[in-house]
């Protein structure tokens, strides 16, 4: 069944009590609060400076399960390391978004082109599908997240998130393989839109959670009070149905605002207890990895890294924006995997239930330059897509590319 086009506002909500709000403290240390809190995002940043891992923030975690999460569930143990078995193709310009097929290729976004390209996962082959009408690519906006329709064995529809030339939106493309190359997708078909847009921090993941319900991390498009305003869509992590309505059990009544006071959400896993975890970036100070509660504040623009104010719900992990600049993350093997732009490195955190069961763990650093998005590829596997040619890189022949990696 077709979906039909939503054109969405926001409605006016009910005001919020006043809270006090807290100046970023100049020694942000690990409280022992009950509360997991997050609040940044930066720019994407330039190349990073090579620091060694060992300059990366404290793994060690604060916070409470989310309601669903008990105290006696295991987390299965964490692997220590991650090898790279091979590079799956080359010469990509701009990939941003990763979705892979049932069948085992590999979707990938351009961010600049706006072009959707097929990967042929054992022989590394590329098919351009077509382009996505509507991109506005500039600064850091473009066509960012693709994400596979819950019902892609029978609708063979395409999500994707991308910047126009008024806004964020969220569309669906049917992706039809009879036709020619460059000719298989269709019009888009707007779900959702009204998002802010700026040259920078305009979000861009989407991912289908395991409730089958579309979330969305977004920026607050460098405009800092969106963030904390519940009537803004930027800076939040959205909730929607497939359809683009807000989803059921919403924390806020009759919108698709799941969490606010984020900066620049761009990684978005959920872990084998179907948890939900957020990268952020960090202004100048401090990157995090939250664990999402719905509802909560993680604290931007009041608040960057961990804090003592129990307003805000603080990261299980910080870095400093050097070290990584966080985009994709997932989940494998008992631990997040979180890709490092600046920082140039793939770094390995480790869960105990919604806390980091140890310090971060940095692989790969400045082998492979930036580093865009990392996808579960089931078990021990995970695709890589490396983010040379985003205009902040140094390309390298080959750039970029999709490595494939095991973790051991």
């Known amino acids: ?16 009590p ?16 009950l509360l997991t809190a997050g609040c940044s995002s930066a720019g ?13 923030g404290s793994g060690t975690a604060t916070g409470a399960a989310s309601p669903s999460a008990q105290a006696a569930e295991e987390t299965p143990p964490a692997k220590g390391t991650v090898k790279v078995l091979r590079t799956v193709t ?10 892979p097929l049932p069948e085992g290729d ?10 959707i390209t097929r990967i042929a996962e054992k022989t590394g082959a590329k098919t351009e599908l077509g382009t996505v009408s509507g991109v506005s690519a500039a600064g850091e906006g473009g066509l960012l997240g693709i994400a596979l329709s819950p019902d892609y064995a029978s609708d063979h529809m395409i999500y994707a998130y991308f910047t126009s030339a008024s806004d964020n939106r969220i569309v669906r493309v049917l992706y039809d393989e009879k036709k020619p190359a460059g000719e298989q997708l269709g019009a888009p078909d707007t779900v959702f839109k009204g998002i802010p847009k700026g040259y920078i921090h305009n979000g861009g993941r989407i991912a289908f959670g395991p409730d089958g319900m579309l979330y969305a991390g977004t920026g607050e498009s460098g405009q800092r009070g969106l963030a904390q305003d519940k009537k803004s869509l930027g800076g939040k992590i959205l909730r929607l149905t497939p359809e683009g309505d807000p989803a059921p ?17 761009q990684g978005l896993a959920w872990d084998s207890k179907q948890r ?14 939250n664990a999402i509660t719905p509802g909560d504040d993680y604290g931007w623009p009041d608040a960057e890294g961990k804090g003592s104010n129990p307003e805000y719900h603080n990261p299980i992990a910080q870095w400093h924006t050097d070290d990584a600049s966080p985009s994709g993350i997932a989940y494998a093997e008992g631990s997040v995997w979180m890709a490092g732009l600046k920082g140039q490195r793939l770094w390995r955190i480790p869960l105990d239930g919604t806390k980091a069961s140890a310090a971060p763990q940095a692989f790969l650093t400045g082998e492979y330059g930036r580093l865009r998005t990392v996808v579960s590829a089931g078990g021990d596997k995970l695709w890589l897509i490396t983010s040379n040619t985003d205009g902040r890189g140094s390309p390298k022949s080959g750039d970029d590319r999709i490595l494939e990696l095991q973790v051991t």
């Not at 006043?18 to 609060?33: D, E, F, G, K, N």
């Not at 080359?90 to 979705?99: I, R, V, Y």
């Not at 939900?276 to 990895?289: C, H, Y």
């Open 276 to 289: 939900l975890f957020a990268s952020e970036f960090g202004q100048d100070t401090w990157d995090e990895l």
């Open 90 to 99: 080359e010469g990509l310009k701009t990939p941003w978004g990763l979705a």
């Open 249 to 265: 059990g919403n924390p806020f009544p009759n919108s698709p605002v799941y969490t606010y006071g984020h900066r620049n959400v």
């Open 1 to 16: 069944m077709k979906v039909r086009r939503t054109h969405w506002c926001v409605p006016a909500r009910r005001k919020d």
């Open 106 to 115: 590999l979707l990938v976004s351009s961010r600049d082109d706006g072009t």
């Open 18 to 33: 006043i809270v006090q709000r807290r100046a970023v403290s100049a020694a942000l240390a690990v409280t022992a609060l």
């Open 44 to 56: 994407e940043g330039s190349p990073g400076d090579g620091t060694s891992a060992s300059s990366g």
